[in-house]
C-alpha cells in the first residue's frame, strides 16, 4: 500500500509565493518520475511540473520562471515552490508519482488527495 499526503496549499495574494509538498509513504522500492498537475474548474487537468528520479525537470509555459519543483530522495517527498502567483495559479493541486513497489515489479502511478490553491487579493 502507497500514500501520498499532500500539504501546503491556501490562499495567496497576486505576487505571493506558496510551497506544496507530497510526501509518499509505504511499500516503495524506487521512485521513479514525480511531479504536479493542477486542476481549475472549467479547464482540463494540467501538468504544471515534472521531475525525474536524475533530477532533470520540465515545466508548463505558464508556470516556467515562476514555479520550481524539487525532491527529496530521502524523505521521498516532492516540493512545488510557487512565487510570483497569479490568479490564473488558481486550482487543485495533484501530486503524481511513479514507483515501484518491490524489485522487478511493475512502475504504477499514484496520486495525492489534492490541495485547493486559491490566488486573490
Known amino acids: 500500500q502507497v500514500q501520498l499526503v499532500e500539504s501546503g496549499g491556501g490562499l495567496a495574494q497576486p505576487g505571493g509565493s506558496l510551497r506544496l509538498s507530497c510526501a509518499a509513504s509505504g511499500s516503495i522500492f524506487r521512485i521513479n518520475n514525480m511531479a504536479w498537475y493542477r486542476h481549475a474548474p472549467g479547464k482540463q487537468r494540467e501538468l504544471v511540473a515534472v521531475?525525474?528520479?536524475?533530477?532533470?525537470?520540465n515545466y508548463a509555459d505558464s508556470v516556467k520562471g515562476r514555479f520550481t519543483i524539487s525532491r527529496d530522495n530521502a524523505t521521498k517527498t516532492v516540493y512545488l515552490q510557487m512565487t510570483s502567483l497569479k490568479p490564473e495559479d488558481t486550482a487543485v493541486y495533484y501530486c503524481?508519482?511513479?514507483?515501484?513497489?518491490?524489485?522487478?515489479?511493475?512502475?504504477?502511478?499514484?496520486w495525492g488527495q489534492g490541495t485547493q490553491v486559491t490566488v486573490s487579493s
Open positions: 521531475i525525474t528520479n536524475g533530477g532533470t525537470t
Open positions: 503524481n508519482v511513479n514507483l515501484q513497489s518491490a524489485l522487478g515489479s511493475y512502475v504504477a502511478s499514484y
